[in-house]
């Protein structure tokens, strides 16, 4: 069974930065799509990054919502079984509950979040 922790998160001031990691009990990452989303009350959870393998290449396929393009970052490493996200020039309306999701074969596994809080 994939258990994801997730930590990192807490409170900062707008233009500061954060940095979550998530960490699976079993080596998962190396074949997984790694993930991280969020939700706000009331909304839907949205993607905001992802890193996977391109199964036609075998490079690093990663992705990033719109809104986080520039500013957040998503790294793995399979050796520590972790996947990153660093968030830079965060903005208030990047408050949000942050979860990770490890995508197996289309199967989701989700961390329990951790809250990210910034102040203007």
């Known amino acids: 069974q994939v258990q994801l922790v997730e930590s990192g998160g807490g409170l900062v001031q707008a233009g500061g930065s954060l940095t979550l990691a998530c960490t699976s009990s079993i080596s998962v990452f190396s074949v997984a799509t790694g993930a991280w989303y969020r939700q706000t009350p009331g909304k839907q959870r949205e993607l905001v990054a992802s890193?996977?393998?391109?199964?036609?290449?075998?490079?690093?396929?990663?992705n990033y919502a719109d809104s986080v393009k520039g500013r957040f970052a998503i790294s793995r490493d399979t050796a520590k079984n972790t996947v990153y996200l660093q968030m830079n020039s965060l903005k208030p309306e990047d408050t949000a509950v942050y979860y990770c999701n490890a995508n197996l074969k289309d199967r989701h596994y989700w961390g329990q979040g951790t809250q990210v809080t910034v102040s203007s």
């Open positions: 890193i996977g393998t391109a199964l036609t290449t075998g490079s690093k396929s990663i």
